[in-house]
C-alpha cells in the first residue's frame, strides 16, 4: 500500500510556508503523496449538508483560511523533488475544463510528471451558485470534463472548438485521474472514467464493497483492475492507550490498532492510503507522519 498526507490547505493551518515545511518533512520521510483540498470560498449562510459527517455540519466558516489547491501545488512543486502532488479532490465543474487542463498539465509540466488529479463532483450548492456553476447538472458536467482532460492532454482537440494545447503533460498517457464518491453514479463515473477511486471515510468493509462494484463494473466493460488505484482520504489519530472496540473510527487508537486497521483495508483491496493527521500546529502534524512511519505497515 501507498501512502501519502492532505495538506491543510483550509483552515487555520493554511499558510504556505507551514504547508511547504510539512511537505518537504513527508517527502524525507518517504511518503507518495501530498493532497490539498478545494474550496474557493465558503458561503456565510452556508445551508448544503457536509456528507461526510453525520450532523452534515462544514468544519469551515466563511472567514476560515483557503489556499487554492493548483497555484499551492505549483508552489509545493519546486521546494520539493520527488513526492507525488495531488487534489482530494479537485471539484472540476467550478472552473472551465479546458482552463483546468491548461492549469493541470502545466503543474504535471513543472512538477516532472508529479501530478495526481482527484476529481470530484462537489456538494456545497451555495458554492456552485456564487461561481455561476450549474449544480444540478454537476454529473453530467463532471463527466464531460473528465473527456475533455482526456482529448487535450493526448494532443488531440477538444471535440468541441478544435482546440489543442501543448505542451503535453509528462505524465503519460496523462496524469492520473481518481474520481471521487461512493453513490452508485459515483462508482460507475470511476469505473468507465477514471484511473482510479478517491474515497473519504470509509471503512475497510467500505471499501471492500466499493472495490467489488468497481472490479465487477470494469469487468462488464472488458476492462481489468491491473494499474486501478483504490485510494481513501482518512483521519489519523494515534494515541497511547487502546480506544473502546465499540464503535471505534478505523485509524484512531494504538499503534497496533491502527497496524490491525491497515491490514484491513489492504486485505479489502485498499491500495493508497491519503492520511489526514489531527493537529492543532504544523509541528504537531509532523510528529504525528513521523509517528505513524514506525507503525507496522502492509
Excluded at 143 to 155: C, E, F, K, P
Excluded at 179 to 207: E, M
Aim: with cysteine; proline share 8%.
Amino acid at each position: 500500500m501507498k501512502y501519502g498526507v492532505i495538506l491543510p490547505n483550509v483552515g487555520p493551518l493554511a499558510h504556505i510556508d507551514a504547508l511547504a515545511g510539512i511537505a518537504q518533512r513527508a517527502e524525507e520521510l518517504e511518503y507518495d503523496g501530498v493532497f490539498l483540498s478545494d474550496h474557493v470560498a465558503i458561503p456565510a449562510d452556508l445551508r448544503s449538508a457536509y456528507p461526510y459527517r453525520t450532523d452534515g455540519r462544514f468544519p469551515l466558516t466563511w472567514d476560515d483560511r483557503i489556499l487554492e489547491p493548483v497555484t499551492t501545488l505549483a508552489y509545493l512543486a519546486a521546494v520539493t523533488q520527488h513526492v507525488r502532488l495531488g487534489c482530494s479532490v479537485l471539484v472540476l465543474p467550478y472552473r472551465h475544463p479546458a482552463l483546468n487542463a491548461k492549469m493541470l498539465g502545466t503543474l504535471d509540466v513543472i512538477s516532472g510528471g508529479r501530478l495526481i488529479v482527484g476529481a470530484g463532483v462537489g456538494w456545497m450548492a451555495e458554492e456552485f451558485s456564487a461561481l455561476d456553476a450549474d449544480f444540478n447538472a454537476r454529473g453530467a458536467v463532471t463527466d464531460a470534463h473528465i473527456a475533455t482532460l482526456r482529448a487535450l492532454w493526448s494532443g488531440a482537440d477538444d471535440g468541441k472548438s478544435g482546440l489543442m494545447m501543448f505542451p503535453r503533460p509528462v505524465s503519460r498517457p496523462h496524469p492520473p485521474i481518481w474520481t471521487g464518491g461512493a453513490s452508485p453514479p459515483a462508482l460507475r463515473r470511476a469505473a468507465n472514467l477514471g484511473d482510479g477511486w478517491h474515497g473519504i471515510r470509509q471503512s475497510p468493509a467500505d471499501v471492500g464493497r466499493v472495490v467489488a462494484r468497481i472490479t465487477e463494473l470494469r469487468t462488464n466493460a472488458g476492462r481489468t483492475m491491473d494499474g486501478f488505484e483504490i485510494s481513501l482520504r482518512a483521519g489519523l489519530d494515534i494515541t497511547d492507550a487502546p480506544m473502546p472496540g465499540e464503535g471505534r473510527t478505523p485509524l484512531r487508537g494504538s499503534p497496533e490498532q491502527i497496524a490491525n486497521d491497515l491490514a484491513a483495508y489492504a486485505d479489502a483491496g485498499l491500495t493508497y492510503l491519503a492520511l489526514e493527521p489531527r493537529a492543532a500546529t504544523p509541528e504537531q502534524l509532523i510528529s504525528r507522519l513521523e509517528r505513524f512511519t514506525g507503525i507496522r505497515r502492509p
